[in-house]
């Protein structure tokens, strides 16, 4: 019962670099969504897919991109890695109305730029 | 826009005595709103949600929240806090007139004291 599973779960970058965060979800979920958490700022949603072939941007959209590859997956790319980026990230998905409209989250990806 | 408020950012109680957190939000029309709950490094878990119907919503692990439609609040409540209620606790809101973005409040941490 996998649910929404997100890769890596640690990673330390040097600023420049680029990395893809990867999460996949298993429950036939149509909408997924990208959130960042930083202490005192709460959760600030980044992109997020209501449905497969969609993407939307969402409070800080600035320095990512996103693919929603099919129906499981919804990546989240870093092109040049700023500090500001260190936090944690998480991938999450929300089952539709008839099943009452419950977010799902993934466990974390640890982001350290340095 | 939607906006979440959640005017504490930490609140203690003891244990045995009841806890509330407090939840304000923004939204057209009328809202989803949910609870959720955060322990050290994990993801967050849902708690409860108020779709439509009774305004007083009952969760998991004995968490209540009352919807207020002329206050626009959704304060969680429970009766009798335990210490393993110490947790990060976040407030959403998700707009129900076709959009899919669910926005978090900053969360408040609950202290629980033997």
């Known amino acids: 019962n996998a649910g929404v599973t997100q890769t890596p779960k640690f990673q330390v970058l040097k600023t420049g670099q680029s990395m893809t965060l990867q999460c996949a979800q298993d429950?036939?979920?149509?909408?997924m969504y990208w959130y960042r958490q930083d202490p005192g700022m709460g959760l600030r949603l980044i992109y997020y897919s209501a449905s497969e072939g969609t993407t939307d941007k969402g409070e800080v959209p600035n320095g990512y991109n996103v693919s929603r590859l099919n129906k499981r997956e919804f990546s989240l790319r870093l092109e040049s890695a700023a500090p500001s980026q260190t936090s944690v990230y998480f991938c999450?998905?929300?089952?539709?109305?008839?099943?009452?409209?419950?977010?799902?989250f993934g466990e974390g990806s640890w982001l350290t730029v340095v | 826009a939607q906006s979440v408020a959640q005017p504490e950012d930490q609140v203690n109680v003891a244990e045995g005595n009841p806890l509330t957190v407090k939840c304000t939000y923004s939204?057209?029309?009328?809202?989803?709103l949910f609870w959720y709950v955060q322990y050290p490094n994990r993801g967050l878990q849902f708690l409860l949600k108020?779709?439509?119907?009774?305004?007083l919503v009952k969760g998991s692990y004995g968490f209540e929240a009352e919807f207020n439609k002329s206050q626009t609040s959704f304060h969680l409540k429970k009766p009798s806090a335990l210490v393993s209620d110490s947790a990060l606790y976040f407030c959403?809101?998700?707009?129900?007139?076709?959009?899919?973005?669910?926005?978090f409040g900053a969360g408040t941490r609950l202290f629980v004291k033997a």
């Open positions: 999450a998905s929300i089952s539709g109305a008839s099943s009452g409209n419950t977010i799902y």
């Open positions: 429950m036939n979920h149509n909408s």
């Open positions: 959403a809101v998700r707009d129900n007139t076709g959009g899919f973005k669910t926005i």
């Open positions: 108020y779709i439509t119907g009774d305004n």
């Open positions: 939204v057209s029309g009328n809202p989803y």
